[in-house]
């Protein structure tokens, strides 16, 4: 089955303490991103690749890293989360010809650091 | 100003009843607009997208652009209670296609 999956799906965390989601895809799809959704702000891109070796920023890189080694799989870092991170996170992926016009996304990432 | 505005709604309708879900934008240079649609507590799925101005159909769904106000609209025609959901618009905003920007989305619910 073609999909996205991240893990955790759900993460409480404290301040300052490293973490990384996982997100990886089946499709061998060169594009991914990755996004948080907040209330009324809807969703807003953190970084996304075009393939591996090639990341660039979004709306809101502040505070995130990210890195892609394989095709399939692309990690999102949070060195030194901060309470304003808390959100729910999405993974995306599609075929580089169609950008992020058609992709895929993941079941999401439900963060709180407290 | 957002560079996307969508009314968060709640829009709620009876079963049958035709949707209209709108987005306005303020970058003139988008040129592709997409509709996403995302059930509660699932990652959002592509339903349609169209570049430049006109409509597009798909099934029950059609998908209208009028670049010279800057406006887009979703229909939703016989809706039905599965359509229940949270419709997001997008737009790619370079050339590339590889940033996007979401509005906030508007959530439906169809009543049976």
């Known amino acids: 089955e073609a999909q996205v999956t991240q893990n955790p799906r759900y993460l409480i965390t404290v301040t300052g303490k490293k973490l990384t989601v996982t997100c990886s895809q089946n499709?061998?799809?060169?594009?991914m991103s990755w996004y948080r959704q907040d209330p009324g702000l809807g969703l807003r891109q953190i970084y996304y690749s075009m393939n591996v070796e090639v990341t660039d920023k979004g709306d809101v890189p502040e505070g995130y890293k990210v890195s892609r080694k394989e095709k399939r799989n692309f990690p999102l870092i949070l060195e030194s989360p901060s309470p304003n991170q808390t959100s729910l996170y999405f993974c995306?992926?599609?075929?580089?010809?169609?950008?992020?016009?058609?992709?895929?996304f993941g079941p999401g990432t439900r963060l709180t650091v407290l | 100003q957002k560079e996307v505005e969508q009314d968060p709604g709640p829009l709620s309708v009876p079963e049958g009843a035709i949707v209209s879900l709108n987005c306005t934008y303020s970058?003139?240079?988008?040129?592709?607009f997409m509709w996403y649609r995302q059930y509660s507590r699932k990652g959002p799925e592509l339903l349609m997208y169209?570049?430049?101005?006109g409509n597009k159909e798909d099934g029950r769904f059609t998908a209208q652009v009028d670049k010279s106000s800057k406006y887009i609209s979703l229909f939703i025609r016989d809706s039905q209670p599965s359509d229940s959901a949270t419709y997001l618009c997008?737009?790619?905003?370079?050339?590339?296609?590889?940033?996007?920007?979401f509005g906030s989305g508007t959530r439906l619910q169809v009543q049976p």
């Open positions: 970058n003139s240079a988008f040129q592709y």
């Open positions: 169209t570049y430049s101005s």
């Open positions: 499709m061998n799809h060169e594009y």
């Open positions: 997008a737009m790619p905003r370079d050339t590339g296609r590889r940033a996007l920007t």
């Open positions: 995306a992926s599609s075929l580089v010809q169609g950008g992020a016009l058609e992709q895929f």
